[in-house]
């Protein structure tokens, strides 16, 4: 099966207060360093794969440059990063070839480099199409910059575009809501992204969120039943504009369904490289089912070259993560194709749980197939958990 790669750009502009991401800002001076260690890592991929105890393909059929923002690269420096890639890999003429981008950052050097490497597809981290939002978490872009850059990019020929969207930014409302989400459906974009809100402790706004403070908008924060409810608009006027929901955050024009992320939730191999940047292997042993490892989550200990830290996965881990994983999509999962693959008896470990998710409205079955209910999916990680937990109690 051909691998997916990930390649992690850790840099910003700025660190938007709501970011829990690995990224911050540093100083060009720090790119170059940073790319000789992931293009060394690049190289040595096979070698890194026997190591973990995985079977690496060469071949590739999607690539994805996440961040931060790659786009503060030079073009050179982005060059330099799929060049690597190619020398050390096959990518498949028809892959998939994602970069984000952060509105702005997309100069006409960028946009040429991008057509030269084969970029296809980029993603856009709009966040919302109101200034005031979109500046009070750190955002530098305007919504006048969004609507230049996808026209740009259309008319270099990447009209695959994914616009990300972020439901209970400070000062949001329900009208200011339906005004992002009327400008995403009107620029034609082909794919969406929607996020509620993330708090936690690692982020500024979550820190103070759950704090109870005031600093970074943080008392301007909709509560937790607002952000539902936009995130249900979201669902049904996508849905009417022909922009169908097939995972928990992500809707998609027909075809245009991200298929490096796809990945990820049906548990196909791919190769992560950079601050961290995870890595799902096939295992080179029997006795286990894949081999995930990962670099450090800061750039000082990723440069410091700190080692890899290597999961096992066995068929029973392997079982669980196809049921949660393969939830979040809204298609669901085939209770019979995993039988087939883990056997009837793994399965019927999970049938009291799904029972109890039916009976509670969380899920519902579909053919041979059971998914999350649009409830479901609003508290789907409630859901994923009860379902790990019933799957432990049986070991």
């Not at 029997?286 to 096992?312: C, H, I, N, W």
Request: charged letters at 25%.
């Amino acid at each position: 099966m051909p691998l997916g790669i990930y390649i992690s750009v850790p840099f910003c502009r700025t660190k938007c207060s709501y970011c829990n991401f690995a990224s911050g800002v540093f100083s060009r001076a720090v790119f170059e360093r940073y790319l000789d260690r992931v293009c060394a890592d690049i190289e040595n991929a096979q070698k890194v794969a026997e190591e973990m105890g995985g079977r690496m393909q060469r071949a590739v059929d999607s690539i994805y440059l996440g961040g931060g923002t790659p786009t503060v690269l030079d073009a050179a420096q982005l060059e330099r990063v799929f060049a690597t890639v190619r020398s050390q890999f096959v990518v498949k003429p028809e892959a998939e070839v994602t970069v984000e981008c952060a509105p702005g950052t997309l100069t006409g050097a960028m946009l040429e480099s991008l057509l030269r490497c084969g970029v296809n597809r980029m993603s856009l981290g709009v966040q919302s199409f109101v200034d005031q939002e979109a500046a009070a978490v750190g955002r530098m872009h305007k919504r006048a910059t969004v609507l230049e850059d996808i026209v740009r990019l259309g008319a270099a020929g990447i009209t695959n575009i994914n616009i990300d969207l972020i439901a209970g930014l400070p000062d949001q409302t329900a009208e200011s809501w339906e005004f992002s989400l009327a400008e995403t459906i009107a620029t034609g974009a082909s794919h969406v992204s929607v996020y509620m809100l993330e708090v936690d402790q690692d982020s500024r706004l979550g820190r103070e969120l759950l704090a109870g403070g005031t600093r970074y908008h943080a008392h301007l924060v909709p509560d937790e039943e607002a952000i539902a409810d936009f995130y249900r608009t979201a669902c049904e006027r996508l849905q009417s504009a022909g922009i169908a929901q097939y995972e928990i955050s992500n809707f998609a024009r027909e075809g245009f369904e991200s298929q490096h992320n796809l990945k990820y939730w049906t548990r196909q191999p791919y190769f992560g490289f950079g601050v961290d940047a995870h890595s799902m292997l096939d295992s080179a042993t029997e006795d286990l089912d894949a081999v995930r490892f990962a670099p450090a989550d800061s750039l000082e200990k990723y440069m410091s070259g700190s080692a890899l830290q290597r999961t096992a996965v066995s068929r029973q881990a392997a079982f669980e993560e196809s049921c949660f994983l393969g939830l979040r999509l809204t298609r669901g999962i085939r209770l019979q194709k995993l039988a087939a693959k883990f056997g009837e008896d793994t399965v019927k470990q999970a049938r009291a749980a799904i029972a109890e998710l039916i009976k509670g409205g969380l899920m519902e079955r579909r053919w041979d197939f059971v998914c999350l209910t649009s409830c479901g999916r609003l508290l789907s990680n409630d859901v994923f958990e009860k379902f790990i937990l019933a799957e432990e109690s049986v070991r």
